[in-house]
């Protein structure tokens, strides 16, 4: 298995050219920035974890939740684990009845997931470095975007509302 490098939310933010829901990892280093496009749901359960908001029903991410504690699971960590064709893909690792599942998962929902079990997001470093290579003008544009990220204030981030 790739080296695996333990990242947080930095935070959730629309792209100003898109309009496009964006969550942002980064490492504890602050080394990595890690922005994934998520879509317009998902982006909001990931908002309604960060920001502690309690849904008067499950939404689907409580949903899956509530059914691996009924199933006496535990969500043990989720890995971004491949990039192909400029598309995230991860997995969610399930103990349950001694059993280790790998569940495939969109980025997006293994995120919320986290965020609702407490689970550790870790992203494989190969992905890490296939995605500092995903930029049409090379270097330049991934040394930009890193500082943007550095220099963005907490009030930047966080701020995604539906």
Same mark, same amino acid.
């Given at each position: 298995?790739?080296?695996?490098?333990?990242? =947080? !939310?930095?935070?959730?933010? %629309?792209?100003?050219?898109? #309009?496009?829901?964006?969550?942002?990892?980064?490492?504890?280093?602050?080394?990595?920035? %890690?922005?994934?496009?998520? $879509?317009?749901?998902?982006?909001?359960? !990931?908002?309604?974890? *960060? +920001? #502690?908001?309690? @849904?008067?029903?499950?939404?689907?991410?409580?949903?899956?939740?509530? &059914?691996?504690?009924? %199933?006496?699971?535990?969500? @043990?960590?989720?890995?971004?684990?491949? *990039?192909?064709?400029? @598309?995230?893909?991860?997995?969610?690792?399930?103990?349950? $009845? $001694?059993? @280790?599942?790998?569940?495939?998962?969109?980025?997006?929902?293994?995120?919320? *997931?986290?965020?609702? =079990? +407490?689970?550790?997001?870790?992203?494989?470093?190969?992905? *890490?470095?296939?995605?500092?290579?995903?930029?049409?003008?090379?270097?330049?544009?991934?040394?930009? &975007?890193?500082?943007?990220?550095? #220099?963005?204030?907490?009030?930047? &981030?966080?701020?995604?509302? &539906?």
């Amino acid at each position: 298995m790739n080296d695996l490098v333990s990242m =947080t !939310i930095k935070g959730l933010m %629309l792209d100003p050219v898109s #309009n496009s829901p964006i969550v942002v990892l980064k490492d504890d280093d602050e080394k990595f920035f %890690l922005p994934i496009w998520v $879509g317009i749901f998902e982006a909001n359960a !990931i908002a309604l974890q *960060l +920001e #502690n908001i309690t @849904t008067p029903r499950p939404m689907t991410h409580d949903l899956l939740r509530n &059914m691996i504690n009924e %199933l006496e699971g535990e969500v @043990t960590r989720v890995v971004i684990n491949d *990039l192909r064709d400029s @598309t995230f893909f991860a997995q969610i690792r399930i103990l349950v $009845g $001694g059993k @280790t599942l790998e569940v495939d998962a969109r980025p997006s929902d293994a995120i919320a *997931l986290a965020l609702r =079990t +407490e689970a550790p997001i870790y992203v494989a470093q190969s992905v *890490l470095d296939q995605a500092q290579t995903i930029s049409p003008d090379g270097e330049d544009q991934d040394e930009k &975007m890193k500082k943007w990220f550095e #220099n963005l204030e907490p009030d930047e &981030m966080g701020k995604y509302k &539906m």
